[in-house]
């Protein structure tokens, strides 16, 4: 089985995120960067279906430079090789242009079985990359796994949703995108980490996807940030002297803010 698993290195969650006053896309040289955790589930599960039967493990990410880090760790988890998309005409490609460029990179990684996700990165949190990506290859999506079996060229997953859980099935190819409850990722062993520096690594532009400047970044893009600001300062809150009243006056403000 040939699995592919898309990864995206994000700003770390405990870092200061900003856009650039230049062209209004994510700063990404203000912050920390680490491999999303949500991808590191991803990556995880492929491993796991691996360590089950026969299968090549290959990471796949679209960014800059530094996005090689991410890679390396996914590597080192125990992922077969990568494909690093890195070019500098993709700044400020939207969700819709990224599925595109991701579809066009998995067509070099061979005849591709499954593709595997997380079900949203925590930078862009658009939750739709899964289901962009099935729409473009032609593949069924399916979302929000907490639980994943292969078999028999079949992907059953268990979705869950506010609602509830629900059963899904689907023929390979597929795209799956898994939640945070599917498994507990394993920690990169030292051997692991030494063995990543001599896996391959393929690193491709948009040339040789096929692709031009024009159809991709900004220009390319469907959707662009117009504008932005600071989210404004916490308020102090409102205090409740109890005079014998206190419930009354509780219940007023609750009113008043439409929660009761």
């Not at 032609?138 to 079949?154: F, Y």
């Not at 629900?166 to 692991?192: M, Q």
């Not at 109890?242 to 219940?251: C, F, L, N, P």
């Not at 609750?254 to 009761?260: M, S």
Request: charged share 25%; with cysteine.
């Amino acid at each position: 089985m040939n699995i592919v698993v898309l990864i995206k290195q994000v700003p770390d969650t405990w870092s200061e995120r900003t856009l650039s006053d230049a062209d209004k896309t994510l700063d990404r040289a203000s912050s920390d960067a680490v491999l999303d955790e949500i991808n590191e589930r991803a990556v995880e599960e492929a491993l796991k279906i691996k360590e089950s039967g026969d299968a090549e493990v290959t990471v796949l990410t679209v960014g800059p430079d530094r996005a090689t880090d991410a890679v390396r760790k996914a590597l080192s988890m125990g992922a077969d090789k990568a494909v690093h998309v890195n070019d500098e005409a993709l700044h400020g490609s939207d969700a819709v242009t990224t599925a595109k460029v991701l579809a066009k990179a998995i067509g070099t990684v061979g005849e591709v079985d499954l593709v595997l996700a997380g079900n949203e990165a925590t930078d862009g949190r658009s939750g739709a990359m899964a289901a962009m990506l099935g729409e473009v290859l032609g593949w069924p999506s399916l979302t929000h796994a907490n639980a994943l079996t292969v078999e028999n060229g079949t992907a059953n997953v268990k979705r869950e949703t506010d609602e509830g859980t629900c059963d899904v099935t689907s023929a390979l190819p597929a795209v799956v995108s898994v939640g945070e409850k599917i498994n507990e990722p394993r920690y990169p062993s030292f051997k692991g980490i030494m063995a990543a520096k001599k896996k391959p690594v393929s690193a491709l532009g948009i040339s040789d996807l096929g692709l031009d400047a024009g159809e991709v970044g900004l220009a390319g893009s469907l959707s662009q940030v117009d504008s932005f600001a600071p989210r404004p300062p916490k308020s102090g809150g409102q205090k409740v002297e109890d005079e014998g009243d206190g419930g009354s006056k509780i219940a007023e403000f609750l009113v008043g803010q439409k929660l009761i």
